[in-house]
């Protein structure tokens, strides 16, 4: 389902008088489909731009990143841009809901760039996470928890092969986390998605039995 | 359908500067339109008002005065003519028909025109004529009776039975000399949509013989209204009139001497169509401001439309399309503003000169002027969609682990 190869990305600081820094150096990284792995690291380690890298929000400066079979490296941004709508799903850690847009639509919108809007989809993801009953209100009328199983639901609606994570659970009590977790791990399952989640929190690992250190994948020292 | 989605909520979103925009979109686009509108229709109106008639003799001044006077009851008469000019003329072998008129009284306003009976069969340009409202008839010649325009009835409220008393002069003054010689309405008008529908009609003889008038000039008349037979007729009677003597004028061709009026008047439009424009450009302009300076509060929303899969060219193109519906609004809302504003200005153009505008009359303008304003508008979209183009998804989309 994904796998990584020689995979470099870095960026240039200003203080770093053009220099680029490596942020992301992973020599080999793979995920079989409907697998689901959680990377432990923290805050600045360089997780959110790995995992941007896989959805192809960002361009990799070298390597390889087959998504399902497809090299997203070296493809123009439009290309990725249309893999990442119909192969992938992806929940932020702030849950990223248009405001403006009713819960429904929201859901609606995680497709919309892929196969299309499809309204009773929509619905029925809604419904899967228990909210039927909050069609038509906005994301600031619902609770934390409650907006985190929108973007679940957002994260599945294009029928994802791969769902991405970034630090799902940081803004959630405890109780919540863990529902929210096991929600996400229970839907990625239906659906056969494969799950990379990535999180310092150690309550939010424990949950799963695969866990590896990002630290131990991404060594950009070495590369510099 | 996501487009749409997309463009939806962002004006509802951003609803008070849309409904802002939007309005001063409609101010422009009505603008233009009521612009175009009253100067084609008003020019169209004044030129096919000659009400049949191709040329008028009068006395020796501007053919323009003649015109106004004698067709559009506007302006003094340059003066009279006699009785034998008249005879003269309808005796001409080129002259279909002549028709002498005579001014110099007014009812609260509106003008006393005195003619013959053989006015009102003229037949007007696309076979219209006066007809008279049920009830009415037209004047006995020799008796003390009127027949009104209908907007003069309308206005004074007079109806058949109802009697007058002329006041002198052609200015209305309430504390003027009014005349004792009573009038009887015997006649209202149907609305011929041209001048004629102000004023109030008598018969020649009495005109001219109204107590307080000078008796010598008894068998004057101000004007005489001619049909030709012939175009060829109307230059040979015009030089006759014009060159070769120096006491009569002949106004002819009629619609050539009000369209000499109109370009004498056109830098007018032209001032006009330039604060319309001016209007436009500046709708066009807020569009632009609107929205670019809306970009930075949708900055968050846009990058995650692009990390849900929404290509850098559809956030591009949604921008401009929302740019253009806006437009779209505007310009449908410019409608509304252009029927009221046009309606006031014909009512306006109608209460002065009795030209009627026709409201539905169809004119490119009302397509060319909001299809250009949406085109405007989405031009005026293209710098905020363009910044909304090149904003960062993963920068944007903080924070970062």
């Known amino acids: 389902m994904l796998k990584i190869s020689n995979l470099r990305k ?90 403006g847009y009713t819960v429904e639509e929201n859901v609606g919108l995680g ?43 957002r994260a599945l609606a294009n029928r994802p092969r791969l769902v991405l994570a970034d630090e799902p659970t940081g803004n959630l009590d405890r109780k919540n986390a863990r529902e929210a977790l096991a929600l996400i791990r229970e839907v990625c399952r239906e659906h056969g998605a494969a799950l990379l989640l990535v999180s310092h929190d150690e309550d939010t690992l424990s949950q799963f039995e695969s866990v590896r250190d990002f630290a131990e994948i991404n060594r950009p020292s070495a590369s510099a | 359908m996501t487009l749409l989605l997309i463009i939806y ?10 409904v802002v925009t939007a309005a001063s979109i409609a101010l422009a686009v009505g603008l233009l339109m009521t612009v175009w509108m009253v100067r084609d229709q008003s020019q169209e109106a004044f030129l096919t008002t000659s009400k049949g008639f191709d040329a008028v003799l009068g006395a020796r001044g501007s053919q323009l005065q003649l015109v106004l006077n004698a067709i559009f009851h506007l302006e003094a008469s340059p003066g009279n003519l006699a009785w034998s000019d008249y005879e003269a003329i309808k005796h001409h072998p080129a002259v279909k028909a002549a028709i002498p008129i005579a001014v110099g009284d007014n009812l609260r306003g509106f003008r006393l025109v005195g003619t013959i ?41 007079l109806k058949v039975g109802d009697t007058f008393h002329p006041f002198h002069g052609l200015v209305y003054d309430p504390k003027g000399d009014q005349h004792p010689d009573l009038y009887t309405v015997v006649g209202i008008f149907q609305p011929t949509n041209t001048p004629d529908d102000k004023v109030v009609w008598i018969p020649l003889h009495g005109l001219q013989t109204m107590t307080g008038h000078d008796p010598k000039t008894a068998t004057d008349v101000s004007a005489v209204l001619v049909q030709l037979r012939s175009s060829f007729a109307g230059v040979m009677l015009g030089i006759t009139y014009n060159r070769q003597g120096n006491r009569l004028t002949l106004a ?105 505008l026709v409201l539905t009359k169809w004119h490119p303008i009302l397509w060319e002027c909001p299809v250009g304003m949406i085109a405007l508008c989405a031009l005026g979209g293209i710098l905020p969609a363009f910044k909304a183009y090149r904003t960062p998804v993963a920068e944007t989309l903080a924070p970062t682990s």
């Open chain 1, 10 to 99: 870095g960026f240039a600081f200003p203080e770093g008088a053009g220099a680029r820094t490596p942020i992301v150096s992973v020599d080999a990284f793979g995920l079989a489909a409907g697998e689901q792995l959680a990377l432990r690291g923290e805050s600045g380690s360089g997780k959110t731009t790995f995992l941007h890298l896989i959805a192809g929000i960002l361009a990799a400066d070298q390597g390889a990143i087959e998504v399902a079979g497809i090299d997203l490296v070296g493809l123009p941004e439009a290309k990725r841009d249309r893999i990442r709508a119909e192969k992938i799903g992806y929940v932020f850690q702030t849950f990223n809901l248009l405001q």
């Open chain 2, 9 to 18: 909520r962002s004006l509802r979103q951003h609803a008070l500067s849309t």
């Open chain 2, 252 to 356: 002819y061709p009629v619609p050539n001497i009000i369209s000499d009026l109109f370009s004498r008047i056109s830098w007018f439009d032209q001032v006009l169509a330039l604060v319309a424009y001016l209007v436009a450009v500046v709708a066009a302009g807020s569009v632009l401001a609107s929205i670019y300076n809306s970009m930075s509060a949708r900055r968050r929303d846009l990058a995650i439309l692009r990390a849900l899969g929404a290509k850098r060219r559809t956030i591009f193109g949604a921008i401009v399309a929302e740019a253009a519906l806006i437009g779209l609004i505007g310009s449908l809302g410019g409608f509304l503003f252009y029927f009221g504003l046009l309606s006031a200005v014909a009512e306006i153009i109608r209460a002065q000169t009795g030209v009627v």
């Open chain 2, 117 to 157: 009976p053989e006015m009102f069969t003229i037949t007007y340009p696309e076979g219209r004529r006066f007809r008279l409202e049920p009830g009415g008839r037209s004047f006995d010649p020799s008796a003390k009776e009127a027949v009104l325009g209908s907007f003069v009835a309308d206005k004074l409220g």
């Open chain 1, 111 to 153: 497709m919309a760039f892929g196969a299309g809007l499809d309204h009773s989809r929509a619905r029925h993801l809604l419904e899967r996470v228990g909210l039927s009953h909050r069609l038509k209100h906005f994301p600031r009328q619902l609770s934390t928890g409650q907006q985190q199983r929108v973007a679940v639901a």
